[in-house]
């Protein structure tokens, strides 16, 4: 009998919680993809039940329902009638999903996606302006006065010097603008016809674009002609403001004038919000920072705070700034910066933060990135550390805080600072008044922070949800060989045995590839094992299946047995729980082989890639 289309939909939609609780509807070729705003008003066992749905997991924020080839574009049809829904793409829903996040997380992440790309230039140009200002401080050696001294500084600036173009060209394509026009905002925030930010105390021209009024000392309608080097906060801000009202014209202006229209309007909005409210909350904001700093560094407990906030003033790109607190300290009588002593602990706490990261992570590219990062911090160049490490795991740069506060009061006490500015770090030795005194402060900042983060750090993880029984080994006793494969990766065996085609699985479900295709493993011992690192996206409430997201978006299903749901657990047990990462052989569920055959079932272990059509040349060469 032919599935009632509308009935299935109309049944799938009654127990989602109502239509304020579906965000987004899309399908691939054996899916119906969810993006559900609480999962606690949706009955999932009822879903399992309506006639139609073959299977029902949640994976990466999404709720999916499986229900076959050539039925679920009808089934989907039909629920975007009944709901009032939109069609959407898989990545449409992919980023519904990401937005379900809390808020907090969605903006570090969104920090996090604008930084990692771009931090290879960072690191390097940061690991070669610390060399550089190191060798140039060094007495008697009159680097700084050498021509090679002025080429390798002006290839070490470039990546600092250019910033905001780098930021703003990783922001657009992480909030979905045209790249290039994100440039043009880049580079116009740094314009060579405006005051370079760094300059800014020297004075700088300003426009009247609307008219000025002037009330006592203060003028309503200025816009200053000034630069924003150094900073990143209103670069990131002002490219997700474009982004948005890209996209907004893309979608109103008429396909024939929007190549011409979409641009200019994207550039001169952007340009003249960036310029009157972005820039100006930007350098009040500026403004308040330095001048509480000045008051707070007069006494111990104050240089204790400067030191744990320092880190996030690098976040807004306000550090830079600092420097005219240096110089007035080394203009006044007695001439001792003790402001380097506080940016010092608080650069030496991340890189102390960094460190434990790049030495604690397993993750193979965690390392790559954190080590380097943390050598450019312990040279007075934290930006690699705070944004490409510390701020994307955010205890460790909440541990580096802590560090920084501890070695900055313990500066202050010590009364030690330093006989110039702008060198912080070990580069410090070569202006600090007292340098076992500042070998101290180094160590405690950095190694508190070390110790904390150790301990308090924990990599992506998460302990399993019960632990294998003593009689199971961790390691598979053969080794794991593929039996999927496809771009995306391989997918090994989860239990040993002879390996079959899902066509020939005693099921006509999992023959017919309704559920994905894949193989069929009569397996010679009890034990389930993870096919690949991954996280599990499903446990069955029987523990009989699993479902596993891994590399490459792969999504697999193993169920162990023919129809063994009916057993109801007897003879099962999961050893993982949902959203636990797990590794290649690692054990899952433990069965009885015996209990299934007491049962009249097949023990055949089914092994399917439920996303098979998402990828090209799917082979099986365990077969």
Request: proline residues 5%; charged residues 15%.
């Amino acid at each position: 009998m032919a599935l009632d289309y509308r009935k299935c939909a109309e049944e799938i939609f009654s127990h989602l919680g109502g239509r304020e609780n579906v965000v987004s509807a899309a399908h691939c070729a054996t899916r119906l993809r969810l993006v559900i705003a609480d999962n606690s008003k949706m009955d999932m066992k009822a879903l399992e039940e309506v006639e139609g749905v073959k299977g029902v997991f949640t994976n990466a924020g999404q709720l999916q329902l499986i229900i076959g080839t050539g039925t679920v574009n009808k089934v989907y049809d039909e629920f975007l009638a009944i709901t009032g829904l939109t069609a959407a793409s898989k990545e449409d829903v992919k980023a519904a999903a990401a937005a379900q996040q809390p808020l907090p997380k969605r903006m570090v992440k969104a920090l996090g996606d604008v930084f990692v790309p771009i931090l290879p230039a960072i690191v390097a140009s940061g690991l070669m302006m610390g060399l550089v200002e190191a060798l140039g401080k060094i007495p008697g050696l009159g680097f700084d006065g050498t021509d090679w001294y002025g080429f390798l500084d002006m290839v070490a600036n470039t990546a600092f010097a250019y910033l905001p173009v780098i930021v703003a060209i990783s922001a657009a394509r992480v909030f979905g603008g045209n790249i290039f026009l994100g440039a043009v905002v880049g580079l116009l925030m740094i314009h060579s016809a405006l005051t370079n930010g760094w300059n800014a105390a020297n004075g700088y021209d300003v426009w009247y674009l609307f008219g000025h009024i002037e009330i006592g000392n203060y003028t309503l309608g200025q816009i200053n002609q000034l630069g924003y080097q150094g900073h990143v906060i209103p670069v990131v801000i002002a490219v997700w403001f474009m982004c948005q009202w890209e996209k907004w014209l893309h979608k109103h202006v008429p396909e024939m004038l929007d190549l011409f229209i979409t641009p200019l309007c994207t550039v001169f909005v952007t340009a003249l919000l960036t310029f009157t409210i972005i820039g100006p909350i930007f350098s009040a904001l500026e403004t308040f920072v330095l001048s509480f700093a000045t008051v707070l560094v007069a006494n111990p407990i104050g240089a204790g705070i400067m030191g744990a906030v320092y880190p996030a003033t690098v976040v807004m790109g306000l550090h830079h700034m600092y420097n005219v607190i240096e110089a007035g300290m080394l203009s006044a009588e007695g001439g001792l910066n003790t402001w380097m002593p506080i940016a010092s602990a608080a650069n030496f706490a991340q890189f102390g933060a960094c460190l434990a990261v790049g030495l604690k992570a397993r993750n193979n590219k965690t390392k790559v990135v954190a080590i380097p990062s943390s050598a450019s911090a312990a040279l007075g160049i934290t930006e690699p550390a705070i944004f490409g490490v510390n701020m994307r795991f955010f205890k460790p740069f909440v541990c580096g805080m802590v560090g920084g506060a501890i070695g900055a009061l313990f500066g202050a006490f010590t009364g030690i600072g330093a006989k110039a500015y702008g060198v912080t770090g070990i580069p410090g030795y070569l202006t600090i008044d007292k340098p076992a005194v500042y070998t101290l402060l180094l160590a405690i900042s950095g190694g508190i922070a070390f110790a904390a983060t150790w301990f308090v750090w924990k990599e992506d993880e998460p302990a399993k949800a019960a632990a294998p029984a003593a009689s199971i080994p961790e390691t598979p006793a053969q080794p794991q060989k593929p039996v999927i494969t496809c771009e995306a990766g391989s997918v090994l065996n989860p239990v040993p045995g002879k390996v079959i085609s899902y066509t020939e699985i005693p099921d006509p479900t999992f023959a017919a590839g309704v559920l994905g295709t894949g193989v069929g493993i009569w397996p010679e011992d009890g034990v389930v094992r993870a096919p690949y690192d991954g996280e599990i996206s499903s446990v069955a409430e029987t523990q009989h299946a699993v479902g596993i997201s891994g590399p490459g978006d792969m999504e697999v299903l193993i169920h162990v047995g023919v129809d063994t749901v009916a057993m109801n657990g007897d003879g099962f047990t999961a050893l993982v729980k949902e959203g636990d990462k797990v590794k290649a052989g690692q054990p899952l569920i433990q069965f009885s082989r015996d209990k299934i055959k007491a049962a009249n079932h097949p023990d055949v272990v089914v092994v399917l890639l439920t996303n098979s059509d998402d990828f090209n040349n799917v082979s099986y060469p365990g077969v």
